[in-house]
Every structure is written in structure tokens, then in C-alpha cells.
Nanobody
Framework: QVQLVESGGGLVQAGGSLRLSCAASGRTFSDYDMGWYRQAPGKEREFVAAISWSGGSTYYTDSVKGRFTISRDNAKNTVYLQMNSLKPEDTAIYYC???????????WGQGTQVTVSS
């Protein structure tokens, strides 16, 4: 089992940037594809971005393409989400997700708040 701890959230003005980090522990990090999800008040949790275990493949929801970049450092057991050109609609709690390769077994972090002011 893997444990996930997010950090890097905060309050930023529209147009600004933040970098989220998710540190993993407990099992070999490269056993997992990693992702970021977010949940805004009154809305369901939605997919934001994902990266394969090797870092060779990345995926984004349309609303963040060209603004957000997901990356990982397997030597540091950490996945990142670089968020640029932030918009008020990006305001949400951001959750780190780990999916054990070749399974549907998901693990979640506790979330980090991102607030973008207009």
C-alpha cells in the first residue's frame, strides 16, 4: 500500500502559478501510475492530469491543457503538478491519486487547497 501527502497549495491571484507536490511512501513508486484530481465546492471530484509509471505518457483534461504540467521523479518518489495561468475556476481541493499498475486499485492523498482570486 502507498501513502500520499500533498503540499504546495495556497492562495494566488488569477494569472499566477503554483506547483503542487505529492510525496509517496510505503511501496515502490514506479509500481504506480499517478494523477491529480480536484473537487470544487458543490461539485464532484474531476480528473485533472495523469502520468504513467515511467513518465513517458501524460494526460490532461481539456480545461488545463497548455497551462498545467504533470511530472514525476521516481528517485524522489514524488509527482508534481505545475499550474500556470491560473483562473478562478481552478479553485478546488486538489488530490493526488496513485493507481497500482494493471489494476483498478486507487489510493488518495488528503488533498491540498488551491484558491485563485480574481
Amino acid at each position: 500500500q502507498v501513502q500520499l501527502v500533498e503540499s504546495g497549495g495556497g492562495l494566488v491571484q488569477a494569472g499566477g502559478s503554483l506547483r503542487l507536490s505529492c510525496a509517496a511512501s510505503g511501496r515502490t513508486f514506479s509500481d504506480y501510475d499517478m494523477g491529480w484530481y480536484r473537487q470544487a465546492p458543490g461539485k464532484e471530484r474531476e480528473f485533472v492530469a495523469a502520468i504513467s509509471w515511467s513518465g513517458g505518457s501524460t494526460y490532461y483534461t481539456d480545461s488545463v491543457k497548455g497551462r498545467f504540467t504533470i511530472s514525476r521523479d521516481n528517485a524522489k518518489n514524488t509527482v508534481y503538478l505545475q499550474m500556470n495561468s491560473l483562473k478562478p475556476e481552478d479553485t478546488a481541493i486538489y488530490y493526488c491519486n496513485a493507481r497500482l499498475r494493471s489494476t483498478t486499485r486507487d489510493y488518495w492523498g488528503q488533498g491540498t487547497q488551491v484558491t485563485v482570486s480574481s
